[in-house]
T-cell receptor, first 117, second 112 residues
Framework: AQKVTQAQTEISVVEKEDVTLDCVYETRDTTYYLFWYKQPPSGELVFLIR??????QNEISGRYSWNFQKSTSSFNFTITASQVVDSAVYFC??????????????FGTGTRLKVLA | AAGVIQSPRHLIKEKRETATLKCYPIPRHDTVYWYQQGPGQDPQFLIS???????DKGSIPDRFSAQQFSDYHSELNMSSLELGDSALYFCASSLRGWDEQYFGPGTRLTVT
């Protein structure tokens, strides 16, 4: 069965600190896709990154970086030098090739990040 | 770049009323998804359409139905509304099934 666990319910940091958001997933498929989304207080869901199961290369985009480790079934997200604008709920999501139908997401419960000035 | 459009953005209904939510996917995207996000919860998959055909159903109540039209827009119809239906309803679309989904701004439904 598919499952995504974000054990950190809420994290508070002071501006300019680095912060890592954890995501652990469960799947029986060898092919799957992992995603991170940001949900700011305004409510929209903003796509951040997609990672395929066959590509373990880590990625950096500005202050954001992602560490994908299949051996530990983790896909962690690090924000370097956090800013107040990073305050949001961050969701990790998993999708698998369907036997029928579409690639629906299974979301984790989200981590609320508060960056204090 | 064009984004997913949802209307209305806010909707207030009374119990037992009906509601219709609309979604206009990004042009050329072939798959549309609907999700429901309760207060403080993660989004839950409701239903999806691939090339205008219903493709998958999640935890969607029988009181809800949805369809996708020839112009690819989709509507989520909700009847006999209950207080527990109060939530943020997202529509998302993707270019291909395995691609990332792009979400609309959501419709916030309040049932009183």
């Amino acid at each position: 069965a598919q499952k995504v666990t974000q054990a950190q319910t809420e994290i508070s940091v002071v501006e300019k600190e680095d912060v890592t958001l954890d995501c652990v997933y469960e799947t029986r498929d060898t092919t799957y896709y992992l995603f991170w989304y940001k949900q700011p207080p305004s409510g929209e869901l903003v796509f951040l990154i997609r990672r395929n199961s066959f590509d373990e290369q880590n990625e950096i985009s500005g202050r954001y970086s992602w560490n994908f480790q299949k051996s530990t079934s983790s896909f962690n997200f690090t924000i370097t030098a956090s800013q107040v604008v990073d305050s949001a709920v961050y969701f990790c999501a998993l999708s698998e090739p369907p036997t029928s139908g579409t690639y629906k997401y299974i979301f984790g419960t989200g981590t609320r990040l508060k960056v204090l000035a | 770049a064009a984004g997913v459009i949802q209307s209305p953005r806010h909707l207030i209904k009374e119990k037992r009323e009906t509601a219709t939510l609309k979604c206009y996917p990004i042009p050329r995207h072939d798959t549309v998804y609907w999700y429901q996000q309760g207060p403080g919860q993660d989004p839950q998959f409701l239903i999806s359409f691939y090339e205008k055909m219903q493709s998958d159903k999640g935890s969607i109540p029988d009181r809800f139905s949805a369809q996708q039209f020839s112009d690819y827009h989709s509507e989520l119809n909700m009847s006999s509304l209950e207080l527990g239906d109060s939530a943020l309803y997202f529509c998302a679309s993707s270019l291909r099934g395995w691609d990332e989904q792009y979400f609309g701004p959501g419709t916030r439904l309040t049932v009183t």
